[in-house]
């Protein structure tokens, strides 16, 4: 099928544009998110850990597990944008009926599943780092091999699609529609990338808010260790569990960084992506 539609683009002449380019760009701006707001990122995980925030290291070492999180930031948001676009041309030409948010949904979920065969093996190295006393990446690797093998890299993988799915749902679609209606606003110009920015930050913030019991039940996965209630339960089971013991308080914890850092991660990381997009599409000589 992707062979089929790889040679469809070529006829089209659109393989650069539907491949390439959300190929270096969406490498480009997970690099760039992921690096600049890495402290954030660990203050979030260290008020979602069970062992409580300062348990977990405070502000000691926010930058501990940079290393995997930079090493999976670029590969993850390649497959994504990679298979987010070209679903999008895929459903799109069997589907020209199909109203755009159903598009941009199921393009989102196929890019999310992608993504994350890349992303949650440096997910859990990146978290238990964050939230371990002194211990390397390597080291955490390591011992994460030698108790659960391979299977324990990807440990919250299910659990991590059940927080990405329901966030891409309601991310890309508002990103498109808040596009497509600042587009319509200034005569069908096409937003610059730097408007593409904000759009992202608000679809972003919106998305992050309203799933954050969900990745609060990622991130107690991902940190418990094998034998752990968090490990047996279901995503929905954990949930409840987490409310029960700890009330919105707990599944609400992180809120705040959670929400700053998406935002201003959705600013980044999607106008970093229409950046990179408006620069390749700019200098390729068939444009």
């Known amino acids: 099928v992707i062979k089929r539609l790889m040679v469809r ?58 290393l995997p999180a930079a090493s999976a930031s670029a590969p993850s948001a390649a497959l994504f944008f990679c298979t987010y676009e070209l679903f999008k041309v895929v459903v799109g030409y069997h589907f020209p009926n199909l109203q755009s948010p159903w598009v941009h949904m199921l393009a989102a ?36 091999i030698e108790s659960e093998g391979i299977r324990g890299l990807y440990r919250g993988y299910l659990t991590t699609l059940s927080r990405e799915i329901p966030f891409s749902f309601i991310q890309f679609p508002l990103w498109e529609y808040l596009k497509a ?34 990745d609060v039940a990622k991130t107690r996965v991902m940190l418990a260790k094998t034998g752990d209630m968090e490990v047996k339960a279901s995503m929905a089971g954990l949930l409840v569990m987490i409310g029960r013991e700890e009330g919105l308080k707990g599944l609400f914890s992180g809120f705040v960084p959670r929400v700053c850092w998406i935002g201003l991660g959705g600013f980044i990381f999607l106008g970093a992506y229409e950046q990179g997009k408006h620069l390749l599409l700019t200098h390729h000589p068939t444009h």
């Open 9 to 66: 683009m070529e006829h089209r002449g659109d393989a650069f544009k539907d491949f390439i380019v959300p190929l270096l760009a969406g490498g480009l701006a997970g690099t760039a998110v992921d690096v600049t707001l890495f402290p954030l990122d660990t203050i979030k995980t260290r008020l979602q850990s069970s062992k409580g925030f300062w348990a977990s290291g405070g502000f000691r070492r926010i930058y501990g597990g940079i």
């Open 109 to 144: 979920t196929a890019g999310e599943v992608a993504a994350c065969v890349v992303r949650v093996p440096c997910e859990v190295i990146k978290q238990r780092t964050q939230t371990s006393r002194g211990l390397r990446p390597s080291q955490v690797f390591k011992a994460a």
């Open 181 to 214: 209606s600042w587009s319509d606003s200034q005569g069908g110009h096409p937003v610059e990338p730097w408007q593409g920015a904000v759009c992202g930050a608000l679809a972003g913030a919106v998305a992050a808010a309203l799933t954050t019991p969900l």
